[in-house]
């Protein structure tokens, strides 16, 4: 049974950071991308940022790039996200996913497997 747990969300001011982290179960981690989605309430799931089955190459979502960091270790099967300097907009629950195709990284519907979601809040 493939499973991804998202631990590490909570509250936090604006300006300040916080590390999540996505525990993968159940599948070759090295044979799946890797993404971070965020929701917040109201508004449509987006692409926060990817990175490709090795580790080498990492996109971002465009209102993240420059604060946020997505990093990964398939020998440990942990996918991380680093959020830097962080804003009330980036209030959101924060889903991590694998995906095997390999069209556009940010294209959710090709994800197969998704985290049940963590919590971000930032206040102002």
């Known amino acids: 049974q493939v499973r991804l747990v998202e631990s590490g969300g909570g509250l936090v001011q604006a300006g300040g950071s916080l590390s999540l982290s996505c525990t993968v179960s159940g599948l070759t981690m090295h044979d799946y991308r890797m993404g971070w989605f965020r929701q917040a309430p109201g508004k449509e799931r987006e692409f926060v940022g990817g990175?490709?089955?090795?580790?080498?190459?990492?996109y971002y979502g465009d209102s993240v790039k420059g604060r946020f960091t997505i990093s990964r270790d398939n020998a440990k099967n942990l996918l991380a996200l680093q959020m830097n300097s962080l804003k009330p907009e980036d209030t959101a629950v924060y889903y991590c996913?694998?995906?095997?195709?390999?069209?556009?990284?940010?294209?959710?519907?090709?994800?197969?497997?998704w985290g049940q979601g963590t919590q971000v809040t930032v206040s102002s």
């Open positions: 990175i490709d089955s090795s580790g080498t190459y990492t």
């Open positions: 996913a694998a995906t095997s195709a390999y069209g556009y990284i940010e294209t959710m519907p090709d994800y197969n497997y």
